[in-house]
């Protein structure tokens, strides 16, 4: 049986042995795209990873630079997966952010917002019916001095949501699985989650959907101790009332919290299921070049970057290219586009520019995050470039059997 809670509070001690098995080579320098930015040690894991133990160990006290520079990572682990050490630097940072506490001027009241599908759904059937595209350069202007709230504008999309994903099969000689829908996702990302549905059932699954709230992932990484508890303890009471053998999320962004909630479960993008039963899938010809966006999650959590291009490249004349690395992240991370929107801007520039390089015709990212920053960043800079989840365009191409 899963447990009942998610894993006890680290003690200051347990920090500072964490932080010791740093050896201090710096080879997780070149990855990590705060030290890009910055060229600081202090903005560098191994910089991170001393602040953290200092704390710990009550030789520093955390003042506002000390937790700037913890507070501007990116949690993209890309340095765990360099070190020769096998430092658990997340693990470590979630820690001493639980230890210090959020972040003063963390807009609680925004992520309050987005955190919570029925508000969000509303307040986009209210942004439709007001026209919100055709004010929207205005309002950012008016939002300059305000640069969160201008870049939460800038990132809500003007096309409608989709409806809530519908799946509720269930064949008793097919595998269960659970859907978990999320908050943002489940309104900004809800065809992508019914095209997995789609897909799933396809390969030989059923598929029944849990209710939508968020996971706890944005209070988790901020040190909001309580209110990650809380959403533990939703996802863990949702689960046990699915009698699902497996939990799936098309957000690489939810899966490293799922399984910090419910650790003795299988909790799996859908794109590890569908690799696997890729023979029963078969898809329709399209002529198209196609930029692949893979995510930090979706390479260093999910561990199915491979598998997602591979599945794409079952898509007969469809051309598809990975983004090259670095850059090593686009910025979004989690509420890092809006608790620090000009860093995030600089870290999109430059993964756009390297969209660009590849003159795709669409752009294909898996996180919802990742890809409503980058999509806001190409409605600023143009030319105009569709984004689009894989998994929607591959049950676009789905070639469904008739019976």
Known sequence: MPLEKSPQPASPGHIAELADQCVQCGLCLPVCPTYALDRSEAESPRGRIAIAAALARGEADPTADLR????????????????????RYGELLIETRRLIGPMPGRPRRLLGLLTRPRRLRTLRQIARRLDLARWKPWLARRLAGRPTWQAALLTLPDHAPA???????????????ALFPGCVASVEDAEAQQAAVTLLQAAGFAVMALPAFCCGAMDLHGGATAAAENAAKQVRQAWHTSGA?????????????????????????????????????????????????????QINVAGTGAALL???????????????????????????????????????????????????????????????????????????????HPLTLLARQLQQETR
């Not at 520079?69 to 890309?78: G, I, P, Q, R």
């Not at 479960?265 to 329709?284: G, Y």
């Not at 850059?327 to 991370?333: D, I, S």
């Open 163 to 177: 409806p809530r994903v519908r799946a509720d099969s269930a064949r008793p000689d097919q595998p269960l699985l």
């Open 68 to 87: 700037t520079y913890l507070d501007h990572c990116l949690a993209c682990l890309n340095c765990e997966t360099v070190c020769p050490a096998q430092v």
């Open 245 to 297: 053998g497996q939990l799936v999320s098309v957000t690489p962004g939810c899966l490293g919290t799922l399984r910090r909630a419910l650790p003795d479960v299988r909790v799996v993008d859908p794109v590890e299921l569908l690799a696997a039963h890729a023979q029963r899938l078969h898809f329709r010809p399209l002529k198209q070049r196609a930029a692949l966006h893979l995510p930090c999650t």
């Open 310 to 388: 591979q599945l794409l490249e079952r898509i007969p004349a469809l051309e598809v290219s990975s983004l090259p690395r670095p850059p090593h992240c686009c910025g979004a991370a989690g509420s890092h586009l809006l608790e620090f929107p000009e860093r995030a801007a600089r870290l999109r520039d430059a993964t756009l520019r390297q969209v660009a390089t590849l003159a795709p015709q669409l752009l294909l990212s898996s996180n919802i995050g990742c890809r409503l920053h980058l999509a806001a960043g190409i409605d600023t800079q143009g030319p105009p470039l569709p984004t689009m």
